[in-house]
C-alpha cells in the first residue's frame, strides 16, 4: 500500500514540493464567536432591564417607558444578530449598549428626565455587559464576510467604507471599550445611595389625600412587612427606598407620634405611628408618590397619611 501524503497545491517545480493547503484556523470561528457574544449579551441586559422595569422603574415617569424601549430593542436585535449575523444590525447593537450605558452613567452623574440613578449591583453588571456588547458587536459589524458587501446603495458604500478602515475602526471599539469601562467603574465608585434625612417633616396633598412628607417635600412610605421595631428592608431595598433618618421632628400637620428605631445596618431611623419611613428614588419632586401601591422587595409600599 502506497503512503498516504499532505495534500499539495501549487505546480510542481515550481519552487519544489509546493505549498501546503491550509485549513481554517481560530480566526474562522471569530465571526460565529462574536455574533454569539454579542446577541447574547443584548439579550442579557434586555433581561435585566426587564426584571428592573417589573420591579419599580415603571412607575418612573419617562424612564420607565424608556426602559421599556431599550428591553424590546435588545431583545430584538440579539434576536436578529444570532440569526442572521447582519453587520447592520450588529452595528444598531453596538449602538444601542452604548447608549444605553451612556444613559445610565447621565442618570448617576447629574440625573436624567428628573430621575437621578443610584449605584447597585444590578446596574453594574448591566454595564459591564454593555461594554462587552459593544466590543463584540462593533467588531462583528466591522468582519469581512464572505459575500463580501452587497453592491449599491449608501448602507453598501457605508460597509465598504468601514472595511476599507477595518483595522481603524477595530482599534477604536477596542478604545472606546477599554475608556468606558475606566468611565463605568469610577462613576460606580462615586456613586452612592441617597440619604433621606430626617429633620422636620410635613404634609403634602396628592389626589385629594393628605400624606406625610421629609423636610424637601418628598413623600413618605410605609413597608408591609415592617413592624414596629424592626426594618425589613435593607441592602439593595434599602438604596431604592432610603430609609429616613431619625429622630425626626413634627411640623405642621403632623399629627402622629414619632419614635426612632435601631436598623439592623446601624443607623438609627424615624417612624411614624409605629411604621418607619422611608422615601423613593422614584420620586423627584413634591407631589409625587409613584411608591405607592408598589409590591416590591418582598411586600407592598405605601405612602403614609397623616392621619396615620
Known amino acids: 500500500m502506497g503512503t498516504e501524503r499532505p495534500l499539495l497545491a501549487g505546480p510542481r517545480g515550481s519552487g519544489g514540493a509546493g505549498r501546503r493547503l491550509t485549513q481554517p484556523g481560530w480566526h474562522a470561528w471569530t465571526p460565529a464567536a462574536l455574533r454569539l457574544a454579542g446577541g447574547g449579551l443584548l439579550i442579557a441586559t434586555g433581561a435585566i432591564h426587564l426584571d428592573l422595569y417589573l420591579t419599580g422603574y415603571r412607575s418612573v415617569p419617562t424612564i420607565g417607558w424608556l426602559f421599556l424601549l431599550q428591553v424590546i430593542a435588545a431583545f430584538g436585535l440579539g434576536v436578529v444578530v444570532l440569526t442572521s449575523g447582519a453587520w447592520l444590525a450588529a452595528a444598531a447593537g453596538a449602538v444601542l449598549a452604548l447608549a444605553t450605558l451612556g444613559g445610565y452613567l447621565l442618570a448617576l452623574w447629574t440625573g436624567l428626565f428628573g430621575f437621578t440613578e443610584v449605584r447597585t449591583t444590578a446596574g453594574i453588571v448591566a454595564g459591564v455587559i454593555e461594554v462587552t456588547a459593544f466590543a463584540a458587536l462593533g467588531g462583528l459589524a466591522v468582519m469581512p464576510t464572505e459575500h463580501g458587501p452587497a453592491n449599491g446603495g449608501a448602507l453598501a458604500g457605508l460597509r465598504a467604507g468601514l472595511l476599507g478602515r477595518g483595522r481603524v475602526v477595530t482599534a477604536s471599539v477596542a478604545a472606546v471599550s ?131
Open 178 to 308: 477599554v475608556v468606558a469601562l475606566a468611565v463605568l467603574g469610577v462613576s460606580a465608585a462615586a456613586a452612592g445611595g441617597p440619604a433621606s434625612a430626617g429633620g422636620a417633616l410635613t404634609t403634602v396633598r396628592i389626589g385629594g389625600t393628605t400624606v406625610l412628607a421629609n423636610a424637601k417635600g418628598l413623600t413618605l412610605y410605609w413597608f408591609a412587612p415592617d413592624t414596629a421595631t424592626r426594618s425589613a428592608c435593607s441592602g439593595t431595598c434599602a438604596v431604592y427606598w432610603p430609609p429616613v433618618t431619625g429622630p425626626a421632628t413634627a411640623g405642621p400637620g403632623v399629627t402622629g407620634t414619632l419614635s426612632v428605631i435601631r436598623r439592623s445596618d446601624g443607623p438609627a431611623q424615624a417612624a411614624y405611628d409605629g411604621h418607619p419611613l422611608y422615601t423613593y428614588v422614584g420620586d423627584s419632586a413634591p407631589g409625587q408618590a409613584n411608591g405607592n401601591g408598589l409590591n416590591l422587595n418582598g411586600g407592598l409600599w405605601h405612602e403614609v397619611t397623616a392621619s396615620g
